[in-house]
């Protein structure tokens, strides 16, 4: 036998046993999920009048809200300029729903500037 038929058998055993070490032993636990953790980051600068004349962001966030779990935690921010907790970082209930679906109606395109970089360290900042 060749020293690359050896090699190749090596690896090719090697390779059976990747499916074999990569399982987790039969009498551990299944890992605990996490509740969903959704945080909206909504663009309300000026240059958004161009960019989503129609302001389809209303709706979207609407539509979101309605399809998150009730197990799930989310928050919707707004940035220009400054920053804005619309709806807080909460665990989504029914009431949770209802204040965003009211607030989304205030999505317009009113800020001036695009500070996204301090928009995303305050919506992934917890409490």
């Given at each position: 036998?060749?020293?690359?038929?050896?090699?190749?058998?090596?690896?090719?055993?090697?390779?059976?046993?990747?499916?074999?070490?990569?399982?987790?032993?039969?009498?551990?636990?299944?890992?605990?999920?996490?509740?969903?953790?959704?945080?909206?980051?909504?663009?309300?600068?000026?240059?958004?009048?161009?960019n989503d004349p129609n302001?389809?962001?209303?709706?979207?966030?609407?539509?979101?809200?309605q399809l998150l779990p009730?197990?799930?935690?989310?928050?919707?921010?707004?940035?220009?300029?400054?920053?804005?907790?619309?709806?807080?970082?909460?665990?989504?209930?029914?009431?949770?729903?209802?204040?965003?679906?009211?607030?989304?109606?205030?999505?317009?395109?009113?800020?001036?500037?695009?500070?996204?970089?301090?928009?995303?360290?305050?919506a992934a900042y917890d409490?």
């Amino acid at each position: 036998m060749t020293f690359t038929q050896r090699v190749c058998i090596g690896v090719l055993c090697l390779l059976a046993n990747i499916p074999v070490l990569a399982q987790p032993p039969e009498d551990s636990e299944p890992p605990t999920l996490l509740p969903p953790d959704v945080r909206l980051v909504i663009d309300v600068s000026g240059s958004m009048k161009r960019n989503d004349p129609n302001n389809l962001r209303q709706p979207a966030v609407e539509l979101l809200v309605q399809l998150l779990p009730e197990n799930s935690r989310a928050g919707v921010w707004t940035f220009g300029k400054w920053i804005n907790m619309l709806v807080p970082h909460k665990p989504v209930t029914p009431q949770w729903r209802e204040s965003a679906q009211q607030k989304s109606a205030d999505i317009r395109s009113v800020g001036l500037y695009t500070n996204i970089g301090e928009a995303l360290e305050k919506a992934a900042y917890d409490s």
